[in-house]
């Protein structure tokens, strides 16, 4: 029995499973298989089907929905700048195939922006169509007043169009993370990026950056990932040696798939090639958790409050000197 015909039926077996507990894997030629997801390869995504477990090439797969994620992750062949799907906030990626760094840049490029406030400048980027970005919390740290420059290749000359209601969505200050929001009446629809998947990538292969360094907007950096896990201050990050400057922060790290892996927000100033991301698995746990995260202009502070601890009965605490 061929590949298809076997997964139509397993398909019909198990049509009757409750889609709200099932994984789908949306397969070519309009066959699909429903279970449970225990493991996704680089090549092939592994599923329970209920008596028995299928390994399914990642070639068969058109989309993947998981019962404990809405949203729905397209393979590689979906194109990287498209308009987001009803109810999909962000879009997830599917181990696309390598590109040209050249090539990727006028894709996605419009994607990238920069983020000017009173006190500074940094990067960030377009998540989904409806004006929602990314960037790194310490940019916009303290700040109200926030614009949003965006960058659109028309007749092959970039015009530059500034937004200034920007509203703040969510922040995370503790992995200096920030979701804004562009609000500004007749805005358009924005073209976005797809966020990849920094635990498939191994040590030594290549990245590449797009930011505003020293607010020269649109600059795109080349290097290797270094390594997948430095510690520091007691987070995980990513090292590059794609070069990063200050106005780099917020802006993303991409793979050559020209899906984001990572947000670039520092580097080591008294060295070179010492570039550091936060990995974009913490990036969608903050997406898929942000009303948890949400900014609240009577508390700039939320979600993070801390009260002091009651004093121990019949003890009062001690008076600095």
Known sequence: ???NKHLALLA???CSLNAAFADTLQLKGNDAVTGKILMEKPDAVVVDVGYTVLVVPRSAIVKISQANNPLTRLTATTPLLNINAPGQFYRAGGLAAAGDVRDLVKQIGEAVVQVRTPGGLGSGFFINADGYLITNFHVIEGETEITVEVY???DGQLNRETYKKVRIVAINKFQD???LKIEDKNAPRFKFVTLGNSDALSVGDPVFAIGSPMGLERTVTEGILSTKTRELEGQL???TTAQINPGNSGGPLFDM???VIGVTN???MFGEGLGFAIPVELVKNFLDHRDAFAYSTDNPN???????PPSPAGHQPAESK
Do not use: C, D, H, N
Request: hydrophobic letters at 50%; charged letters at 20%.
């Open 266 to 268: 520092m580097k080591i």
């Open 237 to 239: 990050y990513l090292q």
């Open 257 to 259: 798939a020209g899906e």
């Open 1 to 3: 029995m061929s590949l």
């Open 302 to 308: 939320t979600p993070y409050r801390y009260l002091e």
């Open 12 to 14: 019909l077996v198990f």
């Open 177 to 179: 993370l920030a979701l």
């Open 152 to 154: 659109r290749q028309v």
